[in-house]
Antibody, heavy 113, light 112 residues
Framework: EVRLVESGGGQVQPGGSLRLSCEGS????????IHWVRQDPGKRLMWVSRIDSDGTSTSYADSVRGRFTISRDNTKNRVYLQMNGLRVEDTAVYFCTRESTHWGRGTLVAVSS | DVVLTQSPLSLPVTLGQAASISCRSS???????????VNWFQQRPGQSPRRLIH???NRDSGVPDRFGGSGSGTDFTLTISRVEAEDIAVYYC?????????FGQGTRLEMK
C-alpha cells in the first residue's frame, strides 16, 4: 500500500522557520517526483513546490521562492520542505503528494504572533 | 498564473439525481504535446484530496463509473450521473498544462 506521511508542522511566529518531512512507503520512492500542496483555512488549494526523482530539479511557487527549499533523501525515503521567513499567509495544511495520485494526511502550519 | 473558475460554488443535490460542475480556464489548457492536463479531485470532510479524473476524462483506478469528465480548450465539466451519499464532498479542478499548476476554488456538493 502506498503511504505518504507528513510531519514537522506546528505553530510559529512570523519570521520563524519550520522543516516539514514527507516519508513515503509501499512504492519505489526514488522513482517518483514529490510535490507539496497546501490548503489554507478557506480551503483553497495551492501548489507549493516539487522535486524530481533524484533531487536534481526543483520548482517553487512565486510566493514561496527564496524562502522555502525542497530536498530529498532517497536513502530515507523522505522529502523535506525547509520553510524560512514564514508569514501569516503561509498558514495552511501542507500535503505531500506523489504526482497527485497519492496524498498524505497533511501537517498543519500555523503562523501567528 | 492560469486562473480556474468553478461554478457553481455550492450545488445542492438530491440522491439519485445527476450533478455537473463547470471549470473554466483563463487560457487554453491544451499543452504543446497535444494533451490537456486537467484533473478533478474529491475531498471529503476531514480527508485529503483524492484524484478522480486525469487528462480531462480518464477515471483513476477504483473511481466509480458514475463520475465522468469532459471538455476541451478552456471549458471543462465533471459530471456525476447519479449522486450517492458518499459523493457529498468538495470537488476541485486542477490544471497541469501551464506552470505553475493551479486549482479551482472548489465546489461543495451538498444534500438538498
Amino acid at each position: 500500500e502506498v503511504r505518504l506521511v507528513e510531519s514537522g508542522g506546528g505553530q510559529v511566529q512570523p519570521g520563524g522557520s519550520l522543516r516539514l518531512s514527507c516519508e513515503g512507503s509501499g512504492f519505489p520512492f526514488s522513482q517518483y517526483w514529490i510535490h507539496w500542496v497546501r490548503q489554507d483555512p478557506g480551503k483553497r488549494l495551492m501548489w507549493v513546490s516539487r522535486i524530481d526523482s533524484d533531487g536534481t530539479s526543483t520548482s517553487y511557487a512565486d510566493s514561496v521562492r527564496g524562502r522555502f527549499t525542497i530536498s530529498r533523501d532517497n536513502t530515507k525515503n523522505r522529502v523535506y520542505l525547509q520553510m524560512n521567513g514564514l508569514r501569516v499567509e503561509d498558514t495552511a495544511v501542507y500535503f505531500c503528494t506523489r504526482e497527485s495520485t497519492h496524498w498524505g494526511r497533511g501537517t498543519l502550519v500555523a503562523v501567528s504572533s | 498564473d492560469v486562473v480556474l473558475t468553478q461554478s457553481p460554488l455550492s450545488l445542492p443535490v438530491t440522491l439519485g439525481q445527476a450533478a455537473s460542475i463547470s471549470c473554466r480556464s483563463s487560457e487554453s489548457l491544451q499543452y504543446s504535446d497535444g494533451n490537456t492536463y486537467v484533473n478533478w479531485f474529491q475531498q471529503r470532510p476531514g480527508q485529503s484530496p483524492r484524484r478522480l479524473i486525469h487528462n480531462v476524462s480518464n477515471r483513476d483506478s477504483g473511481v466509480p463509473d458514475r463520475f465522468g469528465g469532459s471538455g476541451s480548450g478552456t471549458d471543462f465539466t465533471l459530471t456525476i450521473s447519479r449522486v450517492e451519499a458518499e459523493d457529498i464532498a468538495v470537488y476541485y479542478c486542477m490544471q497541469g498544462s501551464h506552470w505553475p499548476p493551479t486549482f479551482g476554488q472548489g465546489t461543495r456538493l451538498e444534500m438538498k
